[in-house]
């Protein structure tokens, strides 16, 4: 009995129903997450200035790129898990979650290493206004010295979502919410520690939202599939492999991304603070389109892969549609307001004068980024359901480094567009999923690929 509790089949039932209600926590959860970091750049706006602004976002830059190599093992394994509950193997899953967390825990020690030795470097490379790198570099090593906290909840969450279970990643993610706010007003506004204020906040809200999911787990070990046992995080080799294979590219394809736009606001930061600080806050404001783009992203990548090991493929397509439609009409009505209101939404965040002025600027750039985003979220939960690892690898490399950096170093190098060229050319780079992704579904040969659920 206690198993259905965190298990849900999304095989059967009104697919848009399913797909909607298993989004809904994860849109709370997106929307929690993205209102902390939000939290972080008005609150560091505030207090700190502009140049605070501008380290929190220069800072926040760097970190991504880690995060993303160590999520990208976690989304490997979110589709490893749905597979093999799709496929009723249930048996195999305290062998598949000893597997991943083990896997998780030595990849972010690893990260912490590497991150710590290259942040020096990686932020000479962003060419971070000398005014904000203190600040920056600050809150690179704070963040980086609890990775391990944030990609171990990180991995939970995924572990659970593969099960079907979206409810319980939302309550992890709430309680890191409220405690980094609470942080954030504490440090920063309260105790004046600016950039390194704000990473604190962070690293302790993803810790102890972290140490209590383990314990919940741990009192609901039968309902989670996973005995908690020593000898059950001894690393599966058939498991392990899937693991790799899917975790690698996956990685890639989001490093990429992150390298690419850690390109980008190279040349972006060199125009200054104000441009660096109105990038930053536009990057959180993507953030809003991406709460139910993400969400139905992972949505549907859940119920595809469970879908896909249960080899109900018609009902794949159904949820790849109704994907599309869903993200299409929420980035339309955001980027109607972003068009409408730039100075006022972008003073929430910073009044100064130069950023308002930029705001008009860069809102026509938002509303290109947001329309992507329909077109990406059902290409990702696709790729990511069917565990299509040559695919995520390919579109690392298409949209990471031929669109992105290509787009950006024509139009603002090549045809001397500036900074506009970098803006626009970083957002048009995403509709390459699209490009990719959508003939690849028509085709239907997708149909023709193995589940991760039969290699072990």
Sequence with gaps: ???????????????????????????????MQTA???????????????????????????LHFYMFLGMGFATAGQIIV????????????????????????????VLTVISLCLSNWLLGVLNAPEEAYKGARDYVLTCT???????????????LRGMGDSKHPMIFVAIAAVINVVLDLVFIAGLHLEAFGAAMATVMGQGISLILSLIYLYRNREAFNFDFRLKSFKPDKNITRSVIRLGIPIAIQS?????????????????????????GV??????????????????????????????????IGKAFWRVFFVDLSFVTVLSIIILAFPAQVFG????????????????????????????????????????????NFMMGIVEGFIL???????????????????????????????????????????????????RF
Aim: glycine content about 12%; overall charge positive; aromatic content about 10%.
């Design 282 to 315: 536009g990057n959180r404001l993507n953030s809003l389109a991406l709460i139910v783009a993400n969400s139905m992203n992972v949505s549907s990548a859940a119920m595809i892969g469970q879908c896909f090991g249960a080899g109900k493929t018609e009902r």
């Design 255 to 279: 490093s990429a991304s992150s390298i690419s736009a850690l390109f980008v606001s190279s040349y972006i930061n060199s125009y200054g603070v104000a441009v660096s600080a109105v990038t």
């Design 36 to 62: 902390y970091n939000m939290a972080d750049m008005m609150i560091i706006g505030k207090f700190s200035g502009t140049a605070g602004l501008s380290s929190v976002s220069i800072g926040g830059e760097v």
């Design 145 to 159: 010295a609890g990775l391990i906290f944030t990609l171990g909840y990180n991995m939970v969450s995924a572990v």
């Design 348 to 391: 929430l965040f910073n009044k100064s004068p130069e950023v308002l002025e930029l705001s008009y600027r860069y809102a026509p750039v938002l509303a290109i980024a947001f329309m992507g985003y329909a077109v990406r979220s059902p290409s990702l939960g696709l790729i990511n359901g069917l565990g299509h690892s040559r695919m």
């Design 82 to 109: 749905s597979q093999v509950v799709g496929a009723g193997k249930r048996a195999d899953l305290n062998r598949v979650i000893g597997t991943l967390f083990t896997s998780i825990i030595v990849l972010s020690l």
């Design 1 to 31: 009995m206690k198993s259905k509790t965190l298990i849900k089949d999304l095989t059967t039932g009104p697919v848009i129903k399913l797909l909607i209600s298993f989004a809904f926590p994860i849109m709370l959860s997106n929307l």
């Design 404 to 454: 992105r950096i290509g787009l950006t170093y024509l139009l603002g190098v090549v045809l001397g567009l500036g900074v506009n060229g970098f803006w626009y050319g970083s957002v048009i780079a995403s509709y390459g999923y699209g490009l990719v992704v959508f003939p690849y579904f028509l085709s239907g040969k997708w149909k023709k690929r193995t589940s991760e659920a039969g």
